[in-house]
């Protein structure tokens, strides 16, 4: 599977971004899909995951209640809304590919997009 990230940028505190995930390749609907993201000088960090038939969902805390993950399999598509950004929201947001979901809420996959860049001005 090839996964490409996109749909990061600049916005304020309290703003809103929706990345996007296209996948091609094999067959997504296959794959749990999730996001992780990365801050200068940090550790990855894990942020959502999303089963395969887009039925179950998982968030890290810190973004639950904010950020929505989503999946369109008829378009090979994973999305992630976020909504009331804050500063700490600051990263490179990697969307990643594996047959288990659970693996993927530890940040193992076996694939991974090149990232986007989301900054979050306060």
């Not at 996007?20 to 801050?39: D, I, K, L, P, V």
């Not at 999305?79 to 929201?89: K, V």
């Not at 288990?100 to 860049?117: E, F, K, P, S, W």
Request: glycine fraction near 12%.
């Amino acid at each position: 599977v090839q996964l490409q990230a996109s749909g990061g940028g600049l916005v304020q505190a309290g703003g809103s971004l929706r990345l996007s995930c296209a996948a091609s390749g094999r067959t997504f609907s296959n794959y749990a899909m999730g996001w992780f993201r990365q801050a200068p000088g940090k550790e990855r960090e894990f942020v959502a995951a999303i089963r395969w038939s887009g039925g179950s969902t998982y968030y890290a805390d810190s973004v639950k209640g904010r950020f929505t993950i989503s999946r369109d399999n008829a378009k090979n598509t994973l999305y992630l809304q976020m909504n009331s950004l804050q500063a700490e929201d600051t990263a490179v947001y990697y969307c990643a590919a594996d047959s288990n979901l659970g693996l993927l809420r530890r940040i193992v996959y076996d694939y991974r997009g090149q990232g986007t860049q989301v900054t979050v001005s306060s």
